[in-house]
């Protein structure tokens, strides 16, 4: 296919069908955080707790949205998007975090949004836990504990019991990795625990029983009434060797399966269980530490048996890729025991384009090879692109947003219209400006710009925001691209 500046003949066109729409998440963009009945989230605390967050910013007030939400929707009826994905925050409609109280101000709250979503043609597209557990139950060991399974079972059904006569897409958990792994193995997302090698892979298995849970109660109990689809969300950036030595290629291979494989192979694949060589690779490891299990813990045969085929799509959130290295992974670079010591590799970014953020470095054919891995190691589902997306420090010119925008959604289409990729709908990230965890509010995912100065949170439309609802408007992608910039508040 030739592409060409503004001839429509060069444009190409998304497939019939395909959906588009934006994301946010809830502790991300509410604020509100102590507004009527609702109890501190880990997130909360975390940020409550000098030195956590890089600009020392909390998601306290974030955006507002708890306030302004019909701005919020607003923007969406500006770009005319196809959907809404956005995130229930867990203490803010269970005060107690057990369905023994609903919150009325939460009720109304996210009743108002989806009320608002469905009246304007918007389809809302939940997503139960998007990283605010409630602090009480981070007290009882958050993801580390089994019994979370319990509790996040009695919390997606009464969310099903709630919304689902009007939501029909439900996203059980976002990016169990980074739950797990940067929660619980590193310090570096809330409730920021060091237990490097051992609390990490505790998580790592509860959450995805957790998920498999919330996806068999739908199934039961909720599926045949409200008619709707159940998956998982899991961070899906690639991960491959830094040169084509044997070595540096099967570092690439084994990164994948830790990095992904640890929670898509029990849900996706034909076998289910942990991938094999994560089993191997953390037990031979664990045995040489002078451990007497794996610290990786096992499946049961029946839990096995439990979490397959538990996802009715792949929630595909791509932003990068990052290149591993065997022949450079030195002793000492990282903790023993510890996750990246088990990957075993020295791993970098290498020199492609950057933006605000490290993990969000522009490697856009990395998305075709990630879509590629989903369809060839996951029994080829429907896959949601549920999140992909572009960081800067501000300014309403973003034109290295589009242009990220227009490569990656470009080596998305090559993964469909070349590789038969079963992309079905595509998400940008963000809405607008939010709260970015670790790095706080400094750093800016928006296609909308908000003034964090103004107690209003003025919300202003960037470049990228006029490109995206021409996307929508017109359903095809050029590979150059020109935007026209208009001045206009939210
Ligand atoms: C993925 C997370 O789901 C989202 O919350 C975050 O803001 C983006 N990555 C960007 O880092």
Same mark, same amino acid.
């Given at each position: 296919?030739?592409?060409?500046?503004?001839?429509?003949?060069?444009?190409?066109?998304?497939?019939?069908?395909?959906?588009?729409?934006?994301?946010?998440?809830?502790?991300?963009?509410?604020?509100?955080?102590?507004?009527?009945?609702?109890?501190?989230?880990?997130?909360?605390?975390?940020?409550?707790?000098?030195?956590?967050?890089?600009?020392?910013?909390?998601?306290?007030?974030?955006?507002?949205?708890?306030?302004?939400?019909?701005?919020?929707?607003?923007?969406?009826?500006?770009?005319?998007?196809?959907?809404?994905?956005?995130?229930?925050?867990?203490?803010?409609?269970?005060?107690?975090?057990?369905?023994?109280?609903?919150?009325?101000?939460?009720?109304?709250?996210?009743?108002?949004?989806?009320?608002?979503?469905?009246?304007?043609?918007?389809?809302?597209?939940?997503?139960?836990?998007?990283?605010?557990?409630?602090?009480?139950?981070?007290?009882?060991?958050?993801?580390?504990?089994?019994?979370?399974?319990?509790?996040?079972?009695?919390?997606?059904?009464?969310?099903?019991?709630?919304?689902?006569?009007?939501?029909?897409?439900?996203?059980?958990?976002?990016?169990?990795?980074?739950?797990?792994?940067?929660?619980?193995?590193?310090?570096?997302?809330?409730?920021?625990?060091?237990?490097?090698?051992?609390?990490?892979?505790?998580?790592?298995?509860?959450?995805?029983?957790?998920?498999?849970?919330?996806?068999?109660?739908?199934?039961?109990?909720?599926?045949?009434?409200?008619?709707?689809?159940?998956?998982?969300?899991?961070?899906?950036?690639?991960?491959?060797?830094?040169?084509?030595?044997?070595?540096?290629?099967?570092?690439?291979?084994?990164?994948?399966? *830790? $990095?992904? %494989?640890? #929670?898509?192979? @029990?849900?996706?694949?034909?076998?289910? +269980?942990?991938?094999? /060589?994560?089993?191997?690779?953390?037990?031979?490891?664990?045995?040489?530490?002078?451990?007497?299990?794996?610290?990786?813990?096992?499946?049961?045969?029946?839990?096995?048996?439990?979490?397959?085929?538990?996802?009715?799509?792949?929630?595909?959130?791509?932003?990068?890729?990052?290149?591993?290295?065997?022949?450079? *992974? $030195?002793? %000492?670079? #990282?903790?023993? @025991?510890?996750?990246?010591?088990?990957? +075993?590799?020295?791993? /970098?970014?290498?020199?492609?384009?950057?933006?605000?953020?490290?993990?969000?470095?522009?490697?856009?054919?990395?998305?075709?090879?990630?879509?590629?891995?989903?369809?060839?190691?996951?029994?080829?589902?429907?896959?949601?692109?549920?999140?992909?997306?572009?960081?800067?420090?501000?300014?309403?010119?973003?034109?290295?947003?589009?242009?990220? #925008?227009?490569?990656?959604?470009?080596?998305?289409?090559?993964?469909?219209?070349?590789?038969?990729?079963?992309?079905?709908?595509?998400?940008?990230?963000?809405?607008?400006?939010?709260?970015?965890?670790?790095?706080?509010?400094?750093?800016?995912?928006?296609?909308?710009?908000?003034?964090?100065?103004?107690?209003?949170?003025?919300?202003?439309?960037?470049?990228?925001?006029?490109?995206?609802?021409?996307?929508?408007?017109?359903?095809?992608?050029?590979?150059?691209?020109?935007?026209?910039?208009?001045?206009?508040?939210?």
């Amino acid at each position: 296919m030739q592409y060409g500046r503004n001839c429509w003949l060069d444009m190409r066109k998304l497939p019939d069908g395909f959906k588009l729409g934006v994301a946010t998440a809830a502790y991300q963009i509410e604020g509100g955080w102590n507004a009527a009945d609702k109890a501190p989230s880990m997130w909360d605390n975390f940020c409550h707790k000098p030195s956590k967050i890089a600009d020392n910013t909390t998601g306290d007030d974030a955006c507002k949205s708890y306030e302004y939400y019909k701005r919020d929707i607003e923007m969406l009826k500006f770009l005319s998007v196809d959907f809404y994905r956005f995130s229930i925050s867990w203490p803010r409609i269970l005060p107690t975090s057990f369905p023994n109280k609903i919150s009325e101000a939460g009720l109304t709250y996210y009743n108002n949004i989806i009320n608002e979503l469905l009246v304007n043609n918007i389809e809302p597209v939940i997503t139960l836990y998007h990283w605010d557990l409630p602090q009480n139950l981070q007290d009882l060991g958050g993801w580390a504990n089994p019994l979370i399974v319990d509790w996040f079972e009695d919390y997606a059904r009464t969310m099903y019991q709630l919304f689902g006569d009007r939501v029909k897409t439900w996203i059980t958990i976002n990016e169990p990795k980074q739950i797990a792994i940067y929660g619980y193995g590193l310090p570096r997302l809330a409730p920021g625990i060091n237990s490097h090698g051992i609390g990490d892979y505790l998580a790592v298995k509860h959450v995805v029983m957790a998920h498999a849970r919330a996806w068999h109660v739908y199934d039961k109990e909720f599926r045949a009434k409200q008619k709707g689809i159940c998956g998982i969300t899991i961070a899906l950036d690639y991960r491959e060797g830094m040169t084509d030595s044997p070595s540096d290629m099967q570092a690439g291979k084994d990164a994948m399966d *830790f $990095e992904v %494989g640890l #929670y898509s192979h @029990p849900i996706f694949s034909t076998k289910g +269980g942990f991938p094999d /060589s994560v089993v191997r690779i953390v037990g031979e490891k664990s045995a040489a530490q002078g451990f007497f299990r794996s610290r990786l813990p096992e499946f049961t045969p029946e839990e096995i048996e439990y979490v397959k085929g538990t996802s009715d799509f792949f929630g595909f959130n791509h932003y990068s890729s990052r290149f591993y290295s065997r022949e450079k *992974f $030195e002793k %000492g670079m #990282y903790p023993v @025991p510890s996750y990246d010591d088990d990957i +075993g590799a020295y791993y /970098s970014y290498m020199d492609y384009e950057k933006s605000a953020v490290i993990h969000v470095t522009v490697v856009p054919q990395g998305i075709r090879k990630a879509l590629n891995w989903v369809k060839d190691t996951c029994n080829n589902p429907p896959i949601m692109i549920t999140e992909n997306g572009f960081a800067t420090y501000g300014g309403l010119d973003d034109e290295k947003r589009i242009m990220y #925008y227009n490569k990656y959604l470009n080596a998305t289409l090559d993964a469909i219209d070349i590789d038969n990729c079963n992309v079905i709908s595509y998400t940008a990230w963000s809405l607008m400006d939010n709260f970015e965890w670790g790095f706080g509010l400094r750093i800016k995912f928006g296609l909308f710009e908000v003034d964090y100065e103004d107690d209003f949170r003025t919300r202003k439309p960037r470049n990228s925001a006029f490109w995206y609802k021409k996307l929508i408007a017109t359903r095809a992608i050029e590979q150059d691209y020109k935007t026209e910039f208009k001045e206009i508040s939210f």
